[in-house]
Antibody, heavy 121, light 107 residues
Framework: QVQLQESGPGLVKPSQTLSLTCTVS??????????WSWIRQPAGKGLEWIGR???????NYNPSLKSRVTISVDTSKNQFSLKLSSVTAADTAVYYC?????????????WGQGTLVTVSS | AIWMTQSPSLLSASTGDRVTISCRMS??????LAWYQQKPGKAPELLIY???TLQSGVPSRFSGSGSGTDFTLTISCLQSEDFATYYC?????????FGGGTKVEIK
């Protein structure tokens, strides 16, 4: 059974960089069969797709966040990571990591439990 | 950009009811639509993809239909564990986007 687990600071100061890691267990991130994504959800609101990475390191980002987002993968640790720079209060949200099959590249069958990141001084 | 209109935003229903949730697109997306269920404090769970394909392990009381611009999620016989918020998601146009959600509450 695949499991994804987000980790990282729950509080980030404005203008700083938000950094989160997603650890994948029960399967290899290097299998080549999946895209690995980040999705966020402000409290009481809907879901926003942030970006994704493939095992090769190839990435795609939401144009609305592209200038501030970096997603990377560490296959040796079975992890992928999110960095979001120059954060503001508008970036306060629950951040999820999720997996999508290559054949269905934007349909997410496994999700992490989510981690709340608050941007505040 | 594709505009998504999910309705209703709030649906009050009783156990055993048949409920339908609509997702309308501003332009055609073929069948590139998924539905998710989210319970409070939990991550979304994939119910349906490709508009009508049931994800493995999802009860058969859930079904999806539609193509082009109009899509529907139907729960044939609402169970207590189905009270949750439901989101549609289009993945025809990049970036993928989600509808505003429909909260199904106990009547």
């Amino acid at each position: 059974q695949v499991q994804l687990q987000e980790s990282g600071p729950g509080l980030v100061k404005p203008s700083q960089t938000l950094s989160l890691t997603c650890t994948v267990s029960g399967g290899s991130i290097s299998s080549g069969s999946y895209y690995w994504s980040w999705i966020r959800q402000p409290a009481g609101k809907g879901l926003e797709w942030i970006g994704r990475i493939y095992t090769s390191g190839s990435t795609n980002y939401n144009p609305s966040l592209k200038s501030r987002v970096t997603i990377s993968v560490d296959t040796s640790k079975n992890q992928f990571s999110l960095k979001l720079s120059s954060v503001t209060a508008a970036d306060t949200a629950v951040y999820y990591c999720a997996r999508a099959l290559i054949g269905w590249p934007f349909t997410y069958d496994y999700w992490g439990q989510g981690t709340l990141v608050t941007v505040s001084s | 950009a594709i505009w998504m209109t999910q309705s209703p935003s709030l649906l009050s229903a009783s156990t055993g009811d048949r409920v339908t949730i609509s997702c309308r697109m501003s332009q055609g997306i073929s069948s590139y639509l998924a539905w998710y269920q989210q319970k409070p404090g939990k991550a979304p769970e994939l119910l349906i993809y490709a508009a009508s394909t049931l994800q493995s392990g999802v009860p058969s009381r859930f079904s999806g239909s539609g193509s082009g611009t109009d899509f529907t999620l139907t729960i044939s016989c609402l169970q207590s564990e189905d009270f949750a918020t439901y989101y549609c998601q289009q993945y025809y146009s990049f970036p993928p986007t989600f509808g505003g959600g429909t909260k199904v509450e106990i009547k």
